[in-house]
């Protein structure tokens, strides 16, 4: 993301004006806070247009959300009222030990076909 001037504004700053941190909105500016604030909801916006445009039901079915980024955009998610019955699992980890657990699936799976299991 870029700010006023066209200077970057780094994941951490972002992090920090997302999750309210009291210590980094103190450093900021009202117009870098709104400015990622803004662009956190046209963000969120065009994220679950695109997932409704895939043919999914936001709006009657549940609606898991995981991980870090689902963390960060949990306020922004939830104002827009597109994901009528979110669920948010707070673990940053949560992705990473869900491909763990389906590799280790997998790969039981295809040692008991090897071995004839």
Do not use: C, W
């Amino acid at each position: 993301m870029r700010g006023a001037g066209g200077r970057d504004i780094s994941n951490s700053i972002i992090e920090g004006i997302l999750t309210k941190d009291p210590t980094d909105l103190a450093e900021y500016s009202e117009k870098r806070i709104e400015a990622v604030t803004s662009a956190a909801v046209s963000h969120t916006g065009r994220m679950l247009d695109e997932i409704i445009g895939k043919g999914f039901d936001l709006a009657e079915d549940r609606t898991v959300f995981m991980g870090g980024g689902s963390i960060l955009l949990k306020e922004y998610i939830e104002k827009t009222g597109k994901a009528k019955k979110p669920i948010f699992i707070d673990d940053v980890h949560a992705n990473a030990k869900g491909y763990r657990l389906l590799y280790d699936m997998q790969k039981s799976h295809h040692n008991k076909q090897l071995h004839g299991a």
